[in-house]
Nanobody
Framework: QVQLVESGGGLVQAGGSLRLSCAAS????????MGWYRQAPGKEREWVVD???????NYADTVKGRFTISRDNAKNTVYLQMIDLKPEDTAVYYC????????????????WGRGTQVTVSS
């Protein structure tokens, strides 16, 4: 199995910055895309950003210019640098990965972390 563990969430004032990390571990055969979703209270989970193994990125319009995703393939780790945070960025942030485990190397699966809370006060 592949496990994702997020870290770096917390409480910050509007205009502040946070950096999230997500490390993948376990029986990893390969990881293609890594990214982040978020879920605010009372709202559906929404896609935020992703990055493929070659470093190509995609951002939701709501975070473009403020969030930057990066990836260390050797460490199977993805980072999310968030600046100019707004109260509407408050949510649980979930790391996600699309990849293959050594047990099922021919099957592409989606993996999720347990989430890390980001709270932005006004």
């Amino acid at each position: 199995q592949v496990q994702l563990v997020e870290s770096g969430g917390g409480l910050v004032q509007a205009g502040g910055s946070l950096r999230l990390s997500c490390a993948a571990s376990g029986t990893i055969f390969s990881i293609n895309i890594m990214g982040w979703y978020r879920q605010a209270p009372g709202k559906e989970r929404e896609w935020v950003v992703d990055i493929n193994s070659r470093g190509s990125t995609n951002y939701a319009d709501t975070v473009k210019g403020r969030f930057t995703i990066s990836r260390d393939n050797a460490k199977n780790t993805v980072y999310l640098q968030m600046i100019d945070l707004k109260p509407e960025d408050t949510a649980v942030y979930y790391c996600t990965a699309k990849g293959r485990s050594t047990a099922t190397p021919f099957r592409l699966d989606d993996y999720w972390g347990r989430g890390t809370q980001v709270t932005v006060s006004s």
